[in-house]
């Protein structure tokens, strides 16, 4: 049109596809903490950056107790975040901590680290869940570090009633309390009242996902029950959701796809079937606790 001069780009709101939409795995891990896995599972065994997410959620103290003793990990980083109950950290360098409702850990295993993670309450609900996040070939021999996020230390946002814990990523302008993360991660907690609808910009082309903990909702154009894993196509820059007539809560998590190979075995993850020798030799012989 003579006289109007048209912008280069219009930032054009694009809603993500639902690619897939699965229910996790009962099994048990550690020393028989009964679980629910999430991603790695023959269905997905992972989405890059993420190689495995677990729900755990038990008032029966023989489903938890046992605990996860001293293990290994070298090549990535853990995410615990837990809703209910208490449980105690501690690794081979003499670190220890805490974790009770809403805290969140971030743990950076790099080149190597042996830790424990055991509850201290035996009564009442254990509730909570843990991340596994690929680290880059560049980093995975970095060392160990922490983040120890407190509850009150972790934003909460809120939007037309709806509640958004910003653990990593952006919310409503609000920004999450971990950070330096390699993938460039969102790790959102939303609780959304019935009959709302939420817009959750997200970066194009990161993989992003959803799991539903509790109530009901449309995702996209899918209707999703509780305890289900909903998987986006990476091409997008919004997640839309909508709630039902009954409370929803979900974790909402994205990253940088690091498009590298996955060699995997048991607590180690590296990039070849030579790290992962290598690995397990450097732990045989006490090299790893160094």
Known sequence: ????????????????VVRSIIKPVPTSDGAGVKLFRVIGTPRIDNLDPFLMLDEFKSEKPDDFLQGFPDHPHRGFETVSYLLQG??????????????????????????????????????????GFQLWVNLPAALKMCPPRYQDIAPESIPEVFHDNIAVRVIAGEAFGTKGAVTG??????????????????????????????????GNGYFGKDEVPNRTLVVYEPKGNAIEVVSKDSPLRFLMIGGRPLNEPIAKYGPFVMNTKEEIIQAIHDFQSGKLQQ
Request: hydrophobic letters at 35%; proline letters at 9%.
């Open 86 to 127: 208490s449980w105690e950290h501690r690794d081979h360098k003499g670190n220890h901590g805490i974790l009770g409702p809403g805290s969140v850990q971030w743990m950076t295993a790099g080149r190597g680290i042996v830790h424990s993670e055991m509850p201290l309450d035996s009564k009442g609900l254990s509730w």
């Open 181 to 214: 993360i390699s993938v460039d991660p969102t790790f959102l907690d939303i609780r959304m009242p019935p009959n709302k609808k939420l817009v959750q910009p997200v970066p194009d082309n990161y993989n992003f996902f959803c799991y539903v903990y509790e």
């Open 1 to 16: 049109v003579r006289g109007c001069v048209l912008p280069k780009y219009i930032n054009m709101q694009v809603f993500r």
